[in-house]
């Protein structure tokens, strides 16, 4: 190839490569720094940012405040992922077992609450679980029970905001279990049944280790989103009753455009990062070594 | 045995669908309903008693037409733009050499790595400090950029057979002109695939356009009907009628492209 050919081709490429570049540099990459940078100053928005160091990290590491709302999204994290991953599983599962053209429809079923946006699930779970007029609460009260707060109980918010979010997910997870089971080998199974191995041990000496990629995709981008859950929470509770689910994200938001405290909410944004790809590494390396003790 | 087994799964199969889909049936069936009936808790309703009429409310509101547009533009804006651009991308990191190429690509594929959340706020800072904040740009622009189909184009692309573009650089033809006239035309299945997926995503999208626009002109339907719940005056009737338009896209695009929507889920899980 000659110099000139070659030139053209680099130049060409960049030019092709410019309009994504230059968006992953200003969307993606400036805002990154630019939180760490301006992490270190006390700044509104408005005035002027003073440098203050390290203040903002002292001081959100004593804020009650942020601590809670950590302390929250750690709990929304302990419901959404493994309420999503079973219920999504088992109906992989169910869906895989059921033979003939009926498989798709089924799969077509589940996976249409997906379909709709976090907004609109939001409004249509609130006009199930409206405390005082609600078919829930109805349907509980009919059957003799004595109805419930949900959402708007600080008890039940969360589970409530929960329970939500798993429902819109569960036809996502559903698909990637189901596209991996599609994947086991069927000798597999033949194997075992002469072996004269149950149902059950079937599924964990063969299914779950066949499937463990998978299981560790949907349990680690399960993890970050709920890191990250803000959609559900600001239309159903808006964060409350009484703070009980105001995740940090919704603290992030709530510090910047409510009180003000722009560079405060830069540092709390930085931890937050912090702890998802702490978290990530941490699921990594657990999943890596349990495969490597099986 | 077998036969008495299949027939106890699409039972449980029917009962789940029934349970799952429930609030979906009742946000439908509820947006014909009268006011008065809205809570009303029997499941099959006073059928002659449905009504047009919270749909024809809604849709003489000033401003849901306006949300609604709002959305299509932007959700289609960000499509069409993430199309050109990443196909763009995918191509010359599939077939293009240069120097760079490494570096360029695995940058780019870190930036994967950055949750939205995180740089939220320094991104309306940087949108305000380019003069973008309430306007449809500022949801657009910032939405376009996305590693995600960049690498999917590229895996796309180093698949199929170089033959072809070679006897079109036979025939004196540029890297682009190759790209333009060859390639693209080839692109279509992974493009369908993400053109749905982008779609979908952008048209769902709240938290960044609630944070961009804060005048309301430029808000998405997302943004207004999250806000309808707030409004005193606002009805439950007319708020499910609005929900239910909110996500007749969404919904239809499920409904006849499905495919390609697990299609493009597939592509980003791993698999085994």
């Known amino acids: 190839m000659g110099k000139n050919r070659k030139r053209a081709q680099t130049i060409t490429a960049y030019a092709m490569l410019a309009p994504d570049i230059?968006?992953?540099?200003?969307?993606?990459?400036?805002?990154?720094?630019?939180?760490?940078?301006?992490?270190?100053?006390?700044?509104?928005?408005?005035?002027?940012?003073?440098?203050?160091?390290?203040?903002?990290?002292?001081?959100?590491?004593?804020?009650?405040?942020?601590?809670?709302?950590?302390?929250?999204?750690?709990?929304?994290?302990?419901?959404?992922?493994?309420?999503?991953?079973?219920?999504?599983?088992?109906?992989?599962?169910?869906?895989?077992?059921?033979?003939?053209?009926?498989?798709?429809?089924?799969?077509?079923?589940?996976?249409?609450?997906?379909?709709?946006?976090?907004?609109?699930?939001?409004?249509?779970?609130?006009?199930?679980?409206?405390?005082?007029?609600?078919?829930?609460?109805?349907?509980?009260?009919?059957?003799?029970?004595?109805?419930?707060?949900?959402?708007?109980?600080?008890?039940?918010?969360?589970?409530?905001?929960?329970l939500v979010s798993v429902w819109i997910v569960l036809g996502y997870n559903m698909v990637l279990f189901l596209a991996a089971l599609k994947d086991v080998p069927g000798e597999l199974y033949e194997a075992a049944d002469v072996d004269g191995a149950g149902s059950v041990r079937k599924f964990f000496t063969i299914t779950v280790p066949m499937i463990s990629n998978t299981s560790l995709f949907v349990v680690i981008v399960s993890t970050i989103s709920s890191f990250q859950a803000f959609d559900v929470i600001r239309v159903m509770t808006n964060g409350g009753p009484a703070k009980a689910t105001t995740v940090t994200v919704f603290y992030i938001y709530q510090q910047a455009f409510e009180v003000g405290k722009i560079g405060y909410s830069f540092a709390c944004a930085v931890v937050l990062f912090l702890i998802i790809v702490v978290a990530t590494m941490c699921q990594f390396a657990l999943s890596n070594g349990g495969s490597e003790n099986a | 045995?077998?036969?008495?087994?299949?027939?106890?799964?699409?039972?449980?199969?029917?009962?789940?669908?029934?349970?799952?889909?429930?609030?979906?049936?009742?946000?439908?069936?509820?947006?014909?309903?009268?006011?008065?009936?809205?809570?009303?808790?029997?499941i099959l309703p006073d059928f002659s008693s449905l009504t047009l009429k919270n749909y024809q409310e809604v849709l003489q509101t000033d401003t849901f037409g306006l949300f609604m547009w709002n959305s299509l533009v932007s959700s289609v804006a960000v499509t069409l733009a993430a199309l050109l651009f990443h196909s763009m991308a995918g191509y010359t990191l599939a077939?293009?050499?240069?120097?760079?190429?490494?570096?360029?690509?695995?940058?780019?594929?870190?930036?994967?790595?950055?949750?939205?959340a995180v740089i939220m706020i320094p991104l309306f800072f940087i949108a305000k400090g380019l003069g973008i904040t309430n306007s449809l740009w500022g949801i657009i622009f910032p939405m376009i950029p996305n590693a995600y189909g960049i690498f999917l184009f590229r895996q796309f692309y180093l698949g199929i057979p170089r033959s072809l573009e070679e006897s079109a650089h036979i025939d004196g033809a540029s890297y682009f002109g190759s790209y333009w006239r060859v390639v693209m035309p080839l692109s279509?299945?992974?493009?369908?695939?993400?053109?749905?997926?982008?779609?979908?995503?952008?048209?769902?999208?709240y938290l960044w356009p609630l944070i961009v626009n804060q005048k309301r002109a430029f808000w998405v339907i997302q943004v207004g009907i999250a806000t309808f719940k707030d409004d005193k005056e606002m009805l439950w009737n007319l708020i499910l009628a609005a929900s239910c338009l909110a996500a007749l896209p969404t919904l239809l695009t499920f409904s006849f492209f499905q495919r390609y929507i697990v299609e493009g889920i597939k592509m980003t899980g791993l698999k085994g």
């Open chain 1, 22 to 162: 230059i968006g992953l540099v200003v969307f993606v990459f400036i805002p990154i720094i630019y939180a760490i940078a301006m992490s270190f100053f006390k700044w509104d928005g408005l005035t002027e940012p003073v440098l203050v160091g390290l203040d903002n990290y002292a001081k959100l590491l004593k804020n009650p405040g942020y601590l809670r709302s950590l302390k929250t999204t750690l709990l929304f994290t302990l419901m959404y992922v493994p309420g999503s991953y079973v219920v999504s599983l088992g109906l992989a599962l169910l869906v895989n077992a059921i033979r003939g053209r009926s498989q798709q429809l089924f799969r077509t079923l589940f996976f249409m609450p997906y379909s709709v946006s976090f907004v609109v699930a939001g409004l249509a779970w609130i006009f199930i679980l409206n405390p005082k007029r609600g078919i829930l609460n109805g349907l509980i009260t009919l059957l003799g029970g004595a109805p419930q707060g949900f959402y708007a109980s600080t008890a039940q918010a969360l589970p409530s905001v929960a």
């Open chain 2, 1 to 42: 045995m077998r036969k008495r087994n299949s027939i106890l799964l699409i039972l449980l199969g029917t009962l789940l669908a029934v349970i799952l889909l429930f609030p979906i049936y009742l946000m439908i069936l509820s947006s014909f309903k009268p006011i008065d009936q809205v809570f009303d808790l029997r």
């Open chain 2, 95 to 116: 077939r293009l050499e240069f120097p760079g190429k490494k570096l360029v690509f695995g940058w780019m594929m870190s930036t994967l790595m950055v949750p939205f």
């Open chain 2, 188 to 205: 279509a299945p992974i493009a369908i695939t993400l053109a749905l997926t982008f779609f979908v995503t952008n048209w769902n999208r």
